[in-house]
């Protein structure tokens, strides 16, 4: 199994790289400016020695002497052959520096112009100059050359060790100081986990570094969201069941009641009968409502332009003929709105029929449609019981119903105005609840601009 690497050992391996890689190319920097300073600086030496031996020759014979005590470079590091011109006065003579004679006998290769590797001895500087009174030839030992460049990387070295040790000292504090954060997330995290109890707590939030505190942020955010949808889950099925169980024991409470006294009492089978068929009617919107509530949070509707006037030239008045009350309806033709059309009757015509239920018959129900500057407005608006204001924010939640002991009287599920809320989420639309003036409620369901 592969094992996980964590961010401080990423952030540590990767420093250790980096220096590497930086010793490196540093080390062969300097090894090439060195050398070429070093090599600059040799043949610079061997010219000078050159020029040096040549100012020593002010007589018939050139004065070694003179210039092995005068000379940075002694006869150890040095060879110094001298071939005398012959003239009027003198012969021809060659003048050698000490040793210089059994180093000749050593076989030489040349490696350029300056440069030769003598076998068994190194590798020398060579400069030869020609002149009227002689020809002057310099060897010098390029070793001591070689031992200046080694002491200078090996103290490049040592500075660039030192250096990464100390780097990877203090990256590897700073990547601690980053990762613990992370880290405490991760354990905070764990511990909820295995805790379900402490599962809802929300998570520490770190101060620095910038990134872990948003993403503490988010978490929360995401972790109250989902605690929140659970809870609204929970609630709904728990609202679901004690709705179910209503009508199943009204049910039950008659079946009973007919096996005890159904043979002597031949007259309870119609009222029993009728009470049978309102519940099971009731079971049967509610199982509908439930199974309309889970089809659309998985529905996703094609949205299409809508022109609302024609959407409900015909349905309206065949609804409104249905209702006690009147149904005043006033929408510009103009008005266009990009939605499903099925969903927004389905909107509109549950609204219609939840003010009817809290209306006083006789009363007007107004259905109006206008075009905003912020897009286009539906509203369903009635003069019933109305809404209180610390009431308005959950009547769009599942099962909810105002005044509940009121509400037991006016038939209902409780899930209409849910699946509305939910309608209106699907056409990117919002919906709004207001109080009517001077009494009553108003529902503004918005749509965006075209």
């Known amino acids: 199994m592969t ?20 010793t490196v190319i ?17 043949k610079s030496a061997t010219v000078k020695m050159v020029d040096s031996l040549q100012d020593t020759f002010v007589h018939v014979t050139p004065n070694t002497d003179a210039w092995v005590a005068t000379a940075k470079q ?14 009027a006065t003198t012969r021809a003579s060659v003048f050698e520096s000490t040793g210089t004679t059994s180093f000749l006998q050593k076989s030489q290769q040349s490696l350029g112009k300056i440069v030769r590797y003598v076998h068994g001895d190194g590798l020398y500087f060579y400069e ?9 030839h310099v060897w010098l030992k390029i070793d001591y050359l070689l031992n200046e460049l080694a002491i200078i990387l090996i103290t490049v070295l040592a500075a660039l060790l030192f ?46 570094p910038a990134e872990v505190e948003a993403l503490a942020q988010r978490f929360n955010q995401l972790l109250r969201a989902l605690n929140d949808e659970l809870l609204q889950e929970q609630r709904f099925v728990s609202d679901a069941s004690h709705e179910l169980r209503t009508p199943l024991s009204v049910i039950r409470g008659y079946v009973m009641l007919l ?24 079971l049967t919107h509610l199982v509908e409502s439930l199974l309309t509530i889970t089809r ?25 003929a249905t209702l006690t009350q009147t149904l005043d309806v006033a929408i510009d033709p103009a008005v266009t709105v990009r939605a499903d059309a099925d969903s927004l009757k389905q909107i509109v015509l549950a609204l219609i029929e939840n003010a009817s239920k809290y209306s006083p018959a006789e009363s007007t129900i107004s259905v109006s449609a206008k075009q905003e500057p912020i897009g286009s407005t539906l509203q369903v608006r009635d003069t ?14 599942r099962f909810y119903r105002v005044d509940e002991a009121r509400s037991s009287e006016i038939p209902g599920t409780g899930l209409g105005l849910a699946i509305v809320s939910q309608l209106a989420a699907l056409n990117h639309a919002t919906i709004a609840v207001t109080d009517n003036q001077p009494q009553g409620t108003v529902f503004t369901l918005t749509f965006p601009a075209l």
Request: proline letters at 5%; a positive charge; aromatic letters at 6%.
């Open 3 to 22: 094992k996980k690497l964590t961010q401080r050992y990423l952030i540590i391996e990767t420093t250790i790289r980096t220096f590497l890689i930086a």
């Open 259 to 282: 096996k005890r006294r159904g043979k002597d009492h031949p007259e309870l089978f119609d009222e029993a009968v009728n009470f049978l068929d309102s519940e099971t009617q009731r």
């Open 163 to 208: 250096s990464a040790l100390l780097g990877v000292v203090l990256i590897g504090r700073t990547s601690r100081r980053i990762s613990q954060p992370l880290v405490a997330l991760t354990d905070a995290v764990t511990s909820r986990t295995a805790n379900l109890k402490t599962a809802n707590d929300a998570l520490p939030v770190p101060k620095s």
């Open 26 to 42: 540093s080390l062969v920097l300097t090894s090439l400016v060195v050398s070429v300073g070093l090599f600059s600086s040799g």
């Open 74 to 87: 002694g006869p150890s590091t040095s060879y110094v052959q001298i071939d005398v011109a012959k003239t």
């Open 384 to 397: 019933g019981v109305g809404i209180p204001d610390d009431e308005k924010a959950k009547i769009f939640d």
């Open 296 to 320: 659309n949070e998985k529905l996703n509707l094609a949205l299409t332009p809508v022109n609302v006037a024609e959407l409900f030239s015909d349905v309206l008045p065949q609804y409104g």
């Open 128 to 136: 030869t100059r020609h002149t009227q009174k002689a020809t002057y």
